[in-house]
T-cell receptor, first 114, second 113 residues
Framework: AQSVTQLDSHVSVSEGTPVLLRCNYS??????LFWYVQHPNKGLQLLLK??????LVKGINGFEAEFKKSETSFHLTKPSAHMSDAAEYFC????????????FGIGTKLQVIP | SQTIHQWPATLVQPVGSPLSLECTVE??????LYWYRQAAGRGLQLLFY??????ISSEVPQNLSASRPQDRQFILSSKKLLLSDSGFYLC????????????FGEGSWLTVV
């Protein structure tokens, strides 16, 4: 079985303060893990991905995530929030194989307060 | 480089009318293709996926259908739209390789009135 849990549906931070978006997963296989960002009425843009290399992954726009197998977590962080970071963020698990089972979290809406 | 195109971007259709959303991928061959729906304020729901021409798997029973007439073309259709079909539809693809990324089109916003 494969599942993704995003622990917060909404997160609100002040501009310039750290961002933490939490994601836990379960998978019977060795999955690849991703974070995507979606701005209103737009497609999903890849932020970063973990594919069994370094456990600390750096992405675009200053975001990074750390894969912790013991905790089955893949939390997304950023040291200092910017107004343009306000969007919805999705944690995604992909199982490799002929048919790549893709499982999405429910999404976390990030609000950045000026 | 690979690109994915999805159209139309927006459409307003009356209840009972047909639907056709089209998606094409460039720069790759034999991709896995997906159709997702994102209802307002909700997560992404997988509707259909395809691992090859003519091979369609449905995740959720509904009045929608999908077809893959060519390797890099994926079409979402309906003969008669329902109000509940309104939403944001996303086409996506992966290469099928380990660790590969899923890439999304820009989406199609469907409003059934």
């Amino acid at each position: 079985a494969q599942s993704v849990t995003q622990l917060d549906s909404h997160v609100s931070v002040s501009e310039g303060t750290p961002v933490l978006l939490r994601c836990n997963y379960s998978s019977s296989y060795s999955p690849s893990l991703f974070w995507y960002v979606q701005h209103p009425n737009k497609g999903l843009q890849l932020l970063l991905k973990y594919t069994s290399a370094a456990t600390l992954v750096k992405g675009i726009n200053g975001f990074e995530a750390e894969f912790k197998k013991s905790e089955t977590s893949f939390h997304l962080t950023k040291p200092s929030a910017h107004m343009s970071d306000a969007a919805e963020y999705f944690c995604v698990v992909i199982r490799s194989g002929g048919y790549q089972k893709v499982t999405f979290g429910i999404g976390t809406k990030l609000q950045v307060i000026p | 480089s690979q690109t994915i195109h999805q159209w139309p971007a927006t459409l307003v259709q009356p209840v009972g009318s047909p639907l056709s959303l089209e998606c094409t991928v460039e720069g790759t061959s034999n991709p896995n293709l997906y159709w997702y729906r994102q209802a307002a304020g909700r997560g992404l729901q997988l509707l259909f996926y395809s691992v090859g021409i003519g091979q369609i798997s449905s995740e959720v029973p509904q009045n929608l259908s999908a077809s893959r007439p060519q390797d890099r073309q994926f079409i979402l259709s309906s003969k008669k739209l329902l109000l509940s079909d309104s939403g944001f539809y996303l086409c996506a693809w992966t290469s099928g390789l380990r660790g590969n990324t899923i890439y999304f089109g820009e989406g199609s916003w469907l409003t059934v009135v």
